[in-house]
């Protein structure tokens, strides 16, 4: 009879992202960042790209609903607030 063996869970050496569901001030976009000097409006970036949420979401322990948006929702708020800030 074959000995069982569980498999094995392989980690990956470094996490790049704080944790799955919420917004941390580490993954505030580079390339954004005029945006996100000023104003209650941020926009970070995950795995899936570029997202806006509020400033209240980061670092506060809760999911963050603007992070689990589907990928056109996502670039749909990021066009209009930056829209928003240009026009002022």
Do not use: W
Not at 53 to 64: F, I, Q
């Amino acid at each position: 009879m074959a000995k069982y063996q569980p498999n094995k869970v392989v980690k990956s050496a470094e996490k790049k992202y704080p944790s799955t569901y919420g917004s941390h001030k580490s993954m505030l976009s580079e390339v954004h960042s005029e945006f996100n000097e000023s104003g209650d409006i941020v926009i970070c970036e995950d795995a899936l790209g570029y997202y806006v949420t509020s400033r209240k979401a980061l670092d506060n322990g809760m999911c963050d609903g603007n992070r689990n948006k589907p990928i056109e929702r996502r670039e749909a708020g990021i066009s209009l607030h930056v829209s928003k800030q240009q026009l002022s």
